[in-house]
């Protein structure tokens, strides 16, 4: 049976459960449930349900005054068609867009892309939030014909964040031949309490200190550009403190580090894709 005759037959029955006036909602496909990060808009019911690792475009901002443009996001994606289950209650395209926002605002994530609702268009909104030692991706796309209920597609996807453990030895020659080094530390989105591979991290640079007793360091945080730049500055600020105290407690003595903050204010790659973004969020150990 293809797509195009199941929607119809769908359609069919809602049509036919809305004339009779039953308000009733169809169970969900076999194996099918919400997304872990998002759940479903009150009284609608899943349609169609895929999950397996793919590639799917988002759409992101373009250019100043430009069309918007797209980034495919690999990972393990979860996409879902949902219906509204009542002609009578069923909310606004808007409605949708702005509750997914906010449930992802509410996990400390941000708006990558808007399109609002208008005429003849249900609107679109992309948006990315770091939750679990991964890059979580969204998409949001409302339909506004279909009837009796309408209904719309969310697309989730996971990205394995970047992670980075390296050794004393690897940190010693950055630092003799370059001067510095990025670490690429992962941490919850808006949060800077260490993750593991931050604390093997942290290992190495303190036995990099205990085998250079004449070695100073500044720990300097760095953000992408998604929040804004306050915010971004003092997030990045207290990741790298976040840092220095783990050094410290490993039993290098204060004076040898210093902490600073730099936000979005020295990227290292194009912030418009995420290889980039990812790029940015790092912190540095510069040599003093």
């Given at each position: 049976?293809?797509?195009?005759?199941?929607?119809?037959?769908?359609?069919?029955?809602?049509?036919?459960?809305?004339?009779?006036?039953?308000?009733?909602?169809?169970?969900?496909?076999?194996?099918?449930?919400?997304?872990?990060?998002?759940?479903?808009?009150?009284?609608?019911?899943?349609?169609?349900?895929?999950?397996?690792?793919?590639?799917?475009?988002?759409?992101?901002?373009?250019?100043?005054?430009?069309?918007?443009?797209?980034?495919?996001?690999?990972?393990?994606?979860?996409?879902?068609?949902?219906?509204?289950?009542?002609?009578?209650?069923?909310?606004?395209?808007?409605?949708?867009?702005?509750?997914?926002?906010?449930?992802?605002?509410?996990?400390?994530?941000?708006?990558?892309?808007?399109?609002?609702?208008?005429?003849?268009?249900?609107?679109?909104?992309?948006?990315?939030?770091?939750?679990?030692?991964?890059?979580?991706?969204?998409?949001?796309?409302?339909?506004?014909?279909?009837?009796?209920?309408?209904?719309?597609?969310?697309?989730?996807?996971?990205?394995?964040?970047?992670?980075?453990?390296?050794?004393?030895?690897?940190?010693?020659?950055?630092?003799?031949?370059?001067?510095?080094?990025?670490?690429?530390?992962?941490?919850?989105?808006?949060?800077?309490?260490?993750?593991?591979?931050?604390?093997?991290?942290?290992?190495?640079?303190?036995?990099?200190?205990?085998?250079?007793?004449?070695?100073?360091?500044?720990?300097?945080?760095?953000?992408?550009n998604v929040g804004t730049p306050a915010a971004n500055k003092t997030?990045?600020?207290?990741?790298?403190?976040?840092?220095?105290?783990?050094?410290?407690?490993?039993?290098?003595?204060?004076?040898?580090?210093?902490?600073?903050?730099?936000?979005?204010?020295?990227?290292?790659?194009?912030?418009?894709?995420?290889?980039?973004?990812?790029?940015?969020?790092?912190?540095?150990?510069?040599?003093?």
């Open positions: 049976m293809t797509r195009r005759i199941r929607d119809a037959l769908r359609l069919l029955a809602l049509a036919a459960v809305a004339a009779s006036g039953v308000a009733q909602t169809p169970p969900d496909p076999p194996g099918a449930g919400d997304h872990p990060l998002l759940s479903r808009y009150p009284g609608s019911y899943i349609a169609e349900y895929v999950r397996n690792f793919d590639a799917v475009e988002m759409t992101v901002p373009g250019r100043a005054g430009g069309e918007p443009g797209k980034e495919r996001v690999e990972g393990d994606a979860t996409t879902i068609r949902y219906f509204h289950g009542s002609p009578d209650r069923q909310p606004s395209a808007l409605q949708v867009i702005r509750n997914v926002q906010n449930a992802i605002r509410s996990l400390g994530g941000a708006v990558v892309y808007e399109r609002l609702p208008r005429e003849g268009d249900g609107g679109e909104t992309t948006l990315r939030v770091s939750t679990g030692g991964k890059d979580v991706w969204v998409r949001v796309i409302p339909d506004i014909f279909g009837a009796p209920t309408q209904s719309y597609q969310l697309a989730v996807v996971e990205v394995a964040a970047m992670a980075q453990v390296v050794t004393a030895n690897q940190l010693a020659d950055d630092l003799r031949q370059r001067g510095f080094v990025a670490l690429y530390v992962n941490f919850d989105t808006g949060k800077w309490e260490l993750k593991p591979d931050g604390v093997a991290s942290v290992r190495e640079i303190v036995a990099l200190l205990k085998a250079d007793p004449a070695l100073k360091l500044a720990v300097e945080g760095h953000t992408d997030l990045s600020a207290n990741r790298a403190n976040a840092v220095m105290r783990a050094v410290v407690a490993g039993g290098i003595a204060a004076n040898r580090l210093t902490a600073a903050g730099f936000g979005q204010e020295r990227p290292v790659a194009d912030n418009r894709s995420e290889e980039g973004r990812a790029k940015n969020r790092r912190v540095e150990l510069v040599k003093r």
